[in-house]
């Protein structure tokens, strides 16, 4: 099974190192020919906007028509590119999951937190830094994660988004979770 | 539910740093530049009064940029925003938490507040970078609470061979680190004046315990790649984007070419066509001061303990 992961800045090492651990064969994707391979891609933590620069037009549509085709999971700035609707400042996304994300929502780094939430109705831990929330869940959005009352991990078919670094915490079950879903069997 | 204990802390500190991995962080004056370098798609600024080519140029004292300034850039973009204070002025490092910045760098380009003593950074939720030019003064910063390392370089110069020095110093004495016997440690960790229980961490790993960047001097898109492929995880650019020298400002159009083209170079380093385009695409680069040509006296990085 070949990942992706984007590779344009954030901390695309720490999935990497994730998914290599659990088995999976994995690309770091700076072009966007180099898609094609693969079988599923991982959109890291790291700035939006600053992926947003790096694309381009011509790489934001490339994406674009990957994560409507193929298997996804955004963390953080991850989950705000794949969401449809981006506020705090608006922000144009790929639109491959019906949320509306608010970046920044928990406010600076003196906020960020690690927090206990529930994945899959058990216990997890979740790394939140400089954190968006997702504020709407359109129709169709299963929730897999929750911290409170907080939609923090969401997926509808092959898309998957958390607001949380699964990357950062010891616990794999985030990442295997995408790899079965990769894999068909989710 | 909070998990927020003695023990997460590190882990956010650092794990901000990691966001910033492969980005470019930029320094900044005022509202205007630090929209320019968000456009361009630095990962954060760093809200300084005036940038190391000019506190070069016109000497006194240099001290933590002007809350009212750094809160107004603070309101105006949405990226990261870092403030400097002065190695060892740990009020200065009181006012910054509270105004709220998402990193401190305790620098050496601001005029040293102790003689003796850096900041304890382990008393902060905020976290802190600090510069080191080997090894040893990494590893001294990081036990003192610094959550990411940067290289000093000569700040505000435009040269980047002592960013290129630093760099290159501290791979080498991590790679002799991994090579050595566990008994030979000890005197090494007694030789690079660090804690052993940090050398030993860095033989395991064969990497510093958190990110590695650059700094100081680099000026444009190539000398960013040039220490991105000598092991830098990510650069921070002054006044090579915004200075023509250290009294003449680029222009608008000037500085937004240069900012994008570094921002280009530092995620595409390993690829010399991406190079090209990008380094074709800036009318210059700041003029420049050769580091070989100053006194010892008007150099930055022997400040810092």
């Known amino acids: ?186 | 539910m909070s998990l927020n204990n003695g023990n997460s802390s590190p882990r956010l500190k650092v794990g901000l740093a990691e966001m910033l991995k492969g980005g470019v962080i930029m320094d900044v004056v005022n509202v205007e530049q630090a929209q320019i370098a968000e456009k361009a798609g630095a990962v954060a600024v760093m809200a300084l009064e005036r940038v190391p080519a000019q506190i070069r140029a016109e000497g006194g004292v240099a001290r933590m940029a002007s809350p009212v300034m750094i809160r107004k850039i603070m309101e105006t973009v949405s990226i990261p925003v870092m403030a400097k204070c002065r190695i060892g002025h740990f009020v200065e490092a009181q006012i910054l938490e509270q105004l709220g910045v998402d990193y401190i760098d305790e620098s050496e380009v601001l005029t040293p507040a102790d003689e003796a003593h850096h900041v304890d950074k382990h008393l902060f939720k905020v976290p802190f970078v600090c510069g080191a030019r080997n090894l040893g003064e990494a590893l001294r910063r990081i036990s003192e609470g610094a959550a990411m390392i940067r290289t000093k370089g000569e700040a505000g110069t435009g040269d980047v061979v002592h960013a290129v020095k630093h760099m290159r110093q501290i791979m080498k004495d991590i790679r002799e680190l991994t090579s050595m016997r566990e008994d030979e440690l000890y005197t090494r960790a007694k030789d690079l004046q660090a804690p052993y229980d940090l050398v030993r961490m860095v033989a395991k790993e064969g990497k510093l315990p958190v990110p590695n960047f650059s700094a100081g001097g680099i000026a444009t898109a190539a000398d960013a790649a040039l220490v991105m492929q000598l092991g830098a995880e990510a650069v921070f650019v002054g006044s090579g984007i915004f200075m023509n020298s250290s009294s003449e400002l680029a222009s608008t159009d000037e500085a937004t070419r240069r900012a994008k083209a570094i921002v280009m170079a530092a995620t595409h380093f390993n690829d010399p066509k991406v190079l090209l385009e990008v380094s074709a695409d800036v009318p210059g680069a700041m003029k420049g001061l050769s580091v070989a040509g100053l006194p010892e006296s008007q150099l930055l990085q022997t400040r810092g303990w």
């Open chain 1, 1 to 186: 099974m070949k990942i992706g992961v984007l590779a344009l800045q954030g901390d695309f090492d720490a999935h990497r190192r994730r998914l290599e651990q659990l088995g999976a064969e994995v690309t770091l994707v700076k072009k966007p020919e180099q898609l094609d391979a693969m079988d599923g891609l991982v959109i890291p933590g790291g700035e939006s906007g600053t992926f947003l620069k790096l694309l381009g037009d011509e790489g934001f549509a490339k994406l674009k028509q990957f994560v409507t085709e193929k298997p996804a999971f955004g963390t953080c700035a991850g989950c705000i590119l794949l969401a449809k609707e981006v506020e705090n400042p608006p922000q144009v996304g790929l639109g491959a999951l019906d949320i509306r994300v608010r970046r920044n929502a928990y406010g600076r780094q003196l906020e960020s937190s690690i927090r206990e939430g529930v994945f899959n109705h058990k216990p997890i831990e979740m790394v939140f830094i400089r954190a968006p929330k997702i504020v709407h869940v359109g129709e169709g959005i299963e929730v897999l994660g929750t911290e409170g009352t907080d939609p923090v991990l969401v997926r509808k078919g092959k898309t998957m988004a958390g607001t949380f670094h699964p990357e950062m915490s010891d616990d794999k079950a985030v990442h295997q979770y995408f790899l079965d879903l990769v894999a068909g069997q989710r």
